[in-house]
């Protein structure tokens, strides 16, 4: 039977993923056998003919675990799932045996299995299966992943124990991450003191722009449009997101490494200069695309120059304002696609991540 791990967290987007790629990344090192399932899949994606949570689908493709897809993600959550539930049309109990016979089918066919959570602790309450409830059915001790902060870490760490100890969930580990550099040693120092050592605490990644920032493509698929030009840089990582308000000289001696521009139809002579730029190799590296919004219309001359640049774009008709706020917003979440930030967290988590003492205490 496989040991068994349970990536938990106090909360969205605190690193469960990037721990999940690392620990699969590490233990494949030492054990022949490393399999992943997500019981519950909030975000939901098509692959082939089957409807998976994204992180399934990262994990199958990253690591060639496509012959398991089928156990990876039990109980999906499609849209209206919660209602029909709610009204009685989905067996609790049902949706509770799909995942222990995952788990089982895993366990009995590896010596690993990476068990990834929802969220924070009750995510999944609404349907009787929260990470907390979850980790206890399958019996898998748990590693409870956290941001960075002292006090604010252990708020949430606290909030989330009490609903896993109610459940008499094993938690065993807690891991602080996308710590500040500077402040690293000070935080876990701090942190070991609050916990008094009743449980274990190590320290994660270090905050990094190259996880945290959203590819083209990744902008590309949040707007839901198309991107233009060159597709081969399709998975650059943008590290600056600007307004082109101001004049076209003042935008482009703003310019910061890896910027996407978001410009105005009407604005013909910065959408010119910007085209004109990207295929001078040192304004290259400061380009990174543009997002050309608003209603009316780009100019034909300006149109012809933008095409023939094959600098990357996006055409939307929301406002620039809109455009702004709906990218600055959303938090990026790693895909098969996005190879270096894939290559990042595999060659970082060979220093930052003790697997050895993880493995050791699960």
């Keep these: 039977m496989a040991k068994k791990i349970f990536i938990a967290a106090t909360g969205q987007n605190c690193g469960k993923t990037t721990m999940s790629i690392s620990l699969m990344h590490l233990a ?5 056998r490393v399999a992943f399932i ?13 409807k998976l949570d994204m992180d399934a689908i990262l994990m199958a493709r990253t690591y060639g675990l496509e012959q398991d897809l089928e156990f ?74 956290t941001g960075s902060g002292i006090g604010n870490v252990i708020d949430a760490v606290q909030l989330n124990l009490a609903l896993y100890e109610r459940e008499q969930a094993d938690v065993r580990l807690i891991m602080t991450n996308k710590l500040i550099s500077e402040k690293r040693d000070t935080t876990l120092k701090y942190l070991k003191r609050a916990f008094d050592y009743s449980l274990e605490l190590s320290g994660g990644f270090n905050y990094s722009p190259i996880l945290a920032n959203p590819t083209l493509a990744h902008i590309s698929k949040l707007l839901d449009l198309p991107l233009q030009g060159d597709h081969n840089v399709r998975n650059r990582i943008i590290h600056h997101i600007q307004l082109g308000a101001a004049s076209s000289q003042k935008v482009v001696d703003g310019l910061l490494e890896s910027t996407l521009l978001i410009v105005t139809s009407s604005r013909d002579e910065l959408i010119v200069t910007l085209s004109s730029l990207y295929n001078i190799p040192a304004w290259r590296e400061k380009i990174a695309g543009i997002v050309i919004a608003g209603h009316a219309p780009v100019s034909m001359i300006s149109q012809q120059i933008l095409d023939r640049s094959d600098i990357p774009y996006i055409r939307i008709h929301e406002t620039t304002a809109d455009t702004f706020t709906a990218l600055t917003e959303d938090v990026s979440k790693i895909t098969a696609e996005d190879h270096e930030k894939l290559a990042w967290i595999q060659a970082n988590a060979e220093h930052d991540i003790d697997f050895e003492m993880i493995d050791r205490i699960f």
Excluded: C, Q, W
């Design 28 to 32: 494949r090192k030492k054990y022949e």
């Design 38 to 50: 997500k019981p519950i899949g909030p975000k939901i994606e098509r692959y082939g003919d089957m």
């Design 72 to 145: 990876m993600n039990p109980v999906p959550l499609n849209r209206g799932f919660t209602r029909e539930f709610l009204d009685g049309r989905i067996d609790g109990r049902a949706l509770a045996d799909s995942i222990v016979n995952a788990v089982a089918k895993l366990e009995r066919e590896n010596d690993l299995l990476i068990i990834e959570g929802a969220g924070h602790g009750g995510v999944g309450a609404v349907i009787g299966l929260s990470n907390a409830h979850v980790a206890r059915l399958v019996n898998a001790p748990v590693m409870i992943v």
